[in-house]
C-alpha cells in the first residue's frame, strides 16, 4: 500500500511539473473586482499571439484565439456572479467577484493594464447546470469538467452558472440547498441542464426506477413553475475495457440513461444522450486512446471516471452540439462547436488548454 501511495505521489507531481512547464508558455494577466449578482457583458481587446481566457477560476470563457502581428481581435462573452451555490448559513457573501484571467503567449508592453470593458446584462439567459464531480468547476489542475469548458462555447448575450458539486446525487443536491438556490435565482426563460447518476446509484431508494426518476419528475414542475425550462442530460459513461482481450464493457449507467430519456419522453422535455456519445468515443478511440480523455491516477493508471481536460473538451463538445439542436437555447452555442462526431474526437494538441489554479491530483468525491 505504501509503495502505490508513493507512485501515486509521484504521478501527481509529473502531471504538475509538467503543466507548468505548459503554463511557462503563457504570460497572465488577471482582473478581479467585486460585483453583485448577476450577469456581465464583456470585452476585451487580445494582441498578436495565442490567448485563451478564463474566469472565475478554472472556467474557459474564451477559446484558443490566434491573432496576426500588427493587429488585434476585440472578443466578448457574458459571464454571470453567481453569489452562493447553497443555502447554509455563513454562505451568504461568497462568489460576489468577477475574476478574469488573459493567457497569451505574447508579453504584452510594458506597462500595459489588463481592463477588460464590463457592462450589466440583466437581461440576458442564464444556463444553470446542476450535477456531480464529472460536470464540477474543479479549482485544481489536472481534474477536467465538461461544466468548465462548455462557457467558451456559448455565445454573448448568454451565460452559465455551474451549481455541480462532486459526491452530489440528486437527493444530495437538494439537502445541500443548491436546488433551492438555484430556484431563487431562476428567472422566466432561463434553463436548467440536469446529469447525475454516479453518486445515486449509491444511495439506497435513489435507484434509476424508483427515487432518481421521481426527482427528475419533481425538479421538471418545480423548474417549470418559474417559467424557466429543463434540460435533461444522461450521465457520462465510465470508461471501462476487458483487460485480457481489451473489448468495451457494456455501460455503467444504462439504467440511469434510459430512466432519462422516459421522464424526458413522458414530460416533454429535451435530452442531451452524452451516455452513449461518451461511450461510443471512447470505443472508438479503444483501450489505450481513451485512456487520454481521464485523470490520471498514478503508477500508469487512469481514472476511469473523471475527466482531465482534454477529456473535459470533448465532452463539452458532445454537450454543445446537443444543446445546438434544442430550440430557442440552441441559439446560444458559437458556430464552430454548434456539431460534433464523438467518434471524430479532437486531437489532444488541437484544443490543449494552458493549466491554472493549483495542481491537486487528489481523486474528487464520487465514482
Same mark, same amino acid.
Do not use: Q
Given at each position: 500500500m505504501k509503495a502505490r501511495i508513493v507512485l501515486s505521489a509521484l504521478a501527481a507531481s509529473f502531471v504538475a511539473i509538467a503543466s507548468q512547464a505548459e503554463n511557462a508558455k503563457f504570460n497572465t494577466y488577471a482582473y478581479d473586482k467585486p460585483m453583485e449578482i448577476g450577469n456581465y457583458d464583456v470585452e476585451i481587446d487580445l494582441g498578436p499571439g495565442v490567448n485563451f481566457v478564463k474566469f472565475m477560476g478554472r472556467r474557459l470563457a474564451v477559446d484558443r484565439t490566434e491573432v496576426k502581428s500588427g493587429e488585434k481581435k476585440t472578443v466578448s462573452f457574458t459571464a454571470r456572479v453567481p453569489g452562493p451555490y447553497t443555502t447554509r448559513k455563513g454562505d451568504e457573501r461568497s462568489n460576489r467577484r468577477l475574476k478574469i484571467e488573459l493567457f497569451t503567449d505574447t508579453p504584452q508592453? /510594458? @506597462?500595459?493594464?489588463?481592463?477588460?470593458?464590463?457592462?450589466? =446584462?440583466?437581461?440576458? !439567459?442564464?444556463?444553470?447546470?446542476c450535477g456531480d464531480s464529472t460536470v464540477e468547476d474543479h479549482r485544481n489542475e489536472p481534474l477536467g469538467s465538461w461544466g468548465l469548458v462548455i462557457p467558451a462555447f456559448v455565445r454573448e448575450g448568454w451565460t452559465t452558472a455551474n451549481f455541480a458539486k462532486s459526491g452530489l446525487a440528486m437527493k444530495t443536491f437538494e439537502e445541500e440547498g443548491r436546488l433551492e438556490r438555484v430556484l431563487e435565482h431562476l428567472g422566466k426563460d432561463d434553463w436548467v441542464m440536469i446529469q447525475f447518476g454516479h453518486n445515486d446509484q449509491k444511495i439506497k431508494g435513489e435507484e434509476a426506477e424508483n427515487g432518481y426518476t421521481w426527482r427528475l419528475g419533481e425538479w421538471i414542475v418545480k423548474i417549470r413553475e418559474k417559467g424557466a425550462h429543463p434540460i435533461l442530460v444522461t450521465p457520462v459513461e465510465r470508461r471501462g475495457f476487458h483487460p485480457a482481450h481489451g473489448t468495451q464493457f457494456g455501460k455503467s449507467l444504462a439504467k440511469y440513461a434510459e430512466a432519462v430519456k422516459s421522464v424526458a419522453s413522458t414530460k416533454g422535455v429535451p435530452y442531451i444522450d452524452l451516455n452513449d456519445a461518451s461511450y461510443r468515443m471512447m470505443g472508438r478511440l479503444g483501450a489505450e486512446g481513451s485512456k487520454k480523455l481521464q485523470r490520471p491516477a498514478g503508477g500508469g493508471k487512469v481514472d476511469n471516471t473523471h475527466h482531465n481536460m482534454y477529456g473535459a473538451y470533448e465532452m463539452a463538445r458532445i454537450v454543445a452540439a446537443g444543446l445546438a439542436k434544442i430550440p430557442v437555447v440552441g441559439d446560444a452555442i458559437r /458556430? #464552430?462547436?454548434?456539431?460534433?462526431? #464523438? /467518434? +471524430? !474526437?479532437?486531437?489532444?494538441?488541437?484544443?490543449?488548454? !494552458? #493549466?491554472? @489554479?493549483?495542481? =491537486? =491530483? +487528489? +481523486?474528487?468525491? @464520487?465514482s
Open positions: 508592453p /510594458e @506597462g500595459f493594464v489588463f481592463a477588460p470593458r464590463v457592462t450589466p =446584462n440583466p437581461s440576458a !439567459p442564464t444556463i444553470y447546470i /458556430e #464552430p462547436y454548434r456539431s460534433f462526431d #464523438p /467518434e +471524430k !474526437p479532437d486531437s489532444e494538441s488541437a484544443v490543449a488548454i !494552458p #493549466p491554472s @489554479g493549483t495542481f =491537486n =491530483n +487528489k +481523486k474528487p468525491a @464520487g
